[in-house]
């Protein structure tokens, strides 16, 4: 699969994520909160999807020669690195933007400030 089409894909998912029956917050802060939502609901399945091909990949790259053996290792490494740097960033930036802005990062909203009641 090419580039292309992996972006095509990618779009049209992402698409058909936001797409709901509510209509949809025309302000900045809203579409920000619901791409946070988004990334928030998927990152676990994407992680653990990463972790299971790269364990696919390492174990069949066990029954080929040296060389394809060592480039499917190096494969699943990245993969592996990948999930792991990814949920890392999911989980770092916004405490580490939390920190530079003065207020707290409430995950479960998806916003900034100290106001435990989520905005309807």
Do not use: H, K
């Amino acid at each position: 699969m090419n580039i292309a089409r992996l972006a095509f894909l990618s779009f049209l998912i992402l698409s058909f994520a936001f797409a709901g029956s509510t209509p949809p917050d025309t302000s900045l802060e809203g579409a920000l909160q619901g791409f946070c939502t988004l990334l928030y609901g998927i990152v676990g399945q994407l992680a653990f999807v990463m972790v299971v091909l790269s364990s696919i990949v390492f174990t069949a790259g066990q029954f080929f020669g040296a060389e394809a053996r060592a480039r499917m290792s190096v494969w699943a490494n990245s993969m592996l690195i990948g999930a792991i740097t990814g949920i890392l960033m999911v989980i770092l930036v916004p405490w580490f933007l939390g920190m530079l802005i003065g207020t707290e990062f409430n995950a479960g909203c998806c916003t900034f400030g100290t106001d435990t009641a989520c905005p309807p």
